[in-house]
């Protein structure tokens, strides 16, 4: 199929233009953006054939609706909206396509948090400092370049070109089942007292209201540590920072670049995208892995995208 | 905990050297200096790094390294660090800055918090030559130290919701100077008419980790002829 545009009917709370992110220049306060579930992202880019780390649509919640101006080949994954092509249901994990004229609309999301919206060939969005990454609190990046989410009118050109592809079994991801987040221990889990360490990893954890692209609360056992605050340093993506509440906080792609609070250790990439599709008042589990086992699961993970 | 400097895992694809335990100007010269170091070493293989006042965050290609080859690189440049150069060598950067309560609200409060009048504090605040010891809070924010202890004044108990770009500001022993107009909770002096954060520019940021800074004292007429934004906080 060829290059067109889509036109952006109603763009629902927060939708944004997300490649793989903005890396090179964190020590200039740059943060990586990206996008925050990295599974479903790269699901729906290799269902129409895309390479890594192109140009989708993230969907916060639901609500987008959006009209075909070119005969386009799409890709739904990530968290249930109950879409809608012309009216009739369009189920989600694989490729579709949109005739030019007819519409997709999004409800809602049922289970999960964030969906991710693929076009064959990418959305075409000019790089800002390398990444076309939308990131609204520096400004940077999306569809405009200036870290704009989309906005009713908005008109997304896309590359075209691309091809179909069936999802492989077992790449589809079940939100309903009980979350158990890897975490690798951080440097600072000795200075955490002993009862604090096993609450951490057999306790469940609630996923706060606080919850965005920056990072996610946890609520849950008040977890104590000898340090209360440190001259702040950078922070990695899904770092657990523990503040003097004692309520951790997993930080996500929009994360500010340093910080001063003890850390209970990092999520796995895999973990962090997990994460990402919790929805306020859900629950999850830490459980405690090596860095060597969360190479592997990433590699794994990865290996299907090269 | 063992010896300086000290490797701490940062998760799957990082490290976290540790240079130091507390915040000094001597400092910088080993942190730029392990900066380089890292990006020569590393090459391809480095994703991101993030210096900051006693460590240096190193983020590397989880695809095609393990972080114990990772380790051994660190440890290899940590064998070999030197600082990087003679603290006279390093240029001083100088911000133009219009300290007058109609940009810099919090100036009224330090004269009452010090007992000093308005030209020894700005007197105090720009005769020192501050070393840039991280950036973050937004691009481009450079906390800067450490400002005379005479200056010492602690954040706002409620963050304003909007800083002003240009706005200069203290909290603590640090001073910076906002790039973008933010929420920020620092005391703010003035304004600076300095551009610090230009997606444009090549640097991308006027200040980088290690440089030295120096606040200058202009006028209200000089700050205009260089650019500076004059609209007085509260009409924002």
Redesign the interface.
């Known amino acids: 199929m060829s290059a067109g545009f889509i036109t952006i009917n109603r763009p629902g709370p927060l939708t944004t233009v997300q490649d793989a992110g903005r890396f090179g220049i964190r020590r200039l306060g740059i943060t990586q953006g990206g996008p925050a579930d990295l599974h479903a992202w790269a699901w729906a880019n290799w269902l129409v054939g895309n390479p890594w780390g192109s140009a989708a649509v993230e969907i916060t919640l639901g609500g987008l609706e959006l009209t075909a101006e070119h005969d386009c080949l799409l890709a739904l994954t990530g968290a249930d909206m109950q879409a809608s092509r012309n009216g009739e249901p369009q189920p989600g994990w694989q490729s579709f396509t949109l005739k030019a004229g007819q519409r997709l609309s999004l409800d809602m999301c049922r289970q999960g948090v964030r969906g991710y919206l693929a076009v064959a060939g990418g959305f075409v969005a000019e790089p800002v400092l390398g990444s076309a990454a939308c990131v609204v609190r520096d400004g940077l990046g999306g569809h405009r370049g200036d870290g704009s989410k989309l906005a009713e009118g908005d008109r997304l050109a896309f590359a075209g070109g691309g091809q179909a592809r069936p999802l492989p079994v077992n790449a589809l991801p079940d939100y309903a089942e009980p979350v158990v987040l890897g975490l690798i221990p951080g440097a600072q889990i000795a200075e955490f007292d002993g009862a604090s360490l096993f609450e951490a990893f057999n306790r469940p954890w609630q996923v706060d209201t606080r919850a965005d692209r920056m990072g996610v609360r946890l609520l849950g056992p008040t977890l104590k540590c000898k340090l209360t605050s440190m001259v702040s340093e950078g922070i990695s993506l899904g770092a657990v920072q523990v503040p003097p509440d004692g309520q951790p906080i997993a930080l996500l792609n929009d994360r500010q670049t340093i910080g001063g609070y003890p850390r209970l250790g990092t999520l796995s990439p895999l973990a962090c995208a997990r994460l990402a599709q919790c929805p306020p008042g859900s629950e999850l589990r830490l459980r405690a892995i090596s860095q060597e086992q969360a190479l592997r699961d990433y590699r794994r993970f990865r290996t299907r995208f090269n | 905990m063992s010896a300086l400097p000290r490797l701490?895992?940062?998760?799957?694809?990082?490290w976290?050297v540790?240079l130091f335990d507390?915040?000094d100007e001597r400092n910088m010269g080993w942190i730029t200096a392990l900066?380089r170091a890292c990006e020569q070493a590393f090459g391809p293989r480095l994703?991101?790094?993030?210096?900051?006042?006693?460590?240096?965050?190193v983020?590397f290609d989880?695809?095609i390294l393990?972080?114990a080859e990772a380790r051994r690189l660190l440890a290899d440049i940590l064998a070999r660090l030197r600082p990087d150069q003679d603290e006279g060598e390093v240029p001083i950067k100088e911000l133009p800055v219009w300290y007058h309560p109609s940009v810099g609200p919090d100036m009224a409060r330090l004269e009452q918090s010090t007992g000093l009048d308005a030209t020894r504090l700005i007197a105090l605040h720009s005769e020192h030559t501050y070393r840039v010891f991280?950036?973050?809070?937004?691009?481009?924010?450079a906390?800067m130290g450490s400002v005379p202890p005479a200056l010492e004044l602690p954040r706002l108990d409620t963050p304003r919701r909007r800083v002003p770009a240009g706005s200069v500001a203290i909290a603590g022993r640090q001073t910076s100077a906002y790039p973008?107009a933010s929420p920020g909770g620092w005391n703010l002096l003035g304004r600076t008419s300095a551009r610090l954060?230009d997606?444009a520019s090549e640097a991308?940021?006027l200040l980088?980790?290690g440089d030295r800074v120096r606040f200058t004292p202009v006028g209200k007429a000089e700050f205009e002829r260089l650019g500076g934004d004059t609209t007085p906080m509260e009409e924002r």
Not at chain 2, 8 to 14: C, I, L, R
Not at chain 2, 134 to 141: D, E, H, N
Request: glycine share 6%; no cysteine.
């Open positions: 701490e895992n940062a998760g799957m694809d990082a976290l540790r507390h915040i900066v994703i991101d790094l993030i210096p900051s006042y006693t460590t240096v965050l983020q989880a695809l393990d972080h991280a950036l973050g809070f937004a691009p481009g924010f906390f973008q954060f997606p991308l940021s980088q980790v």
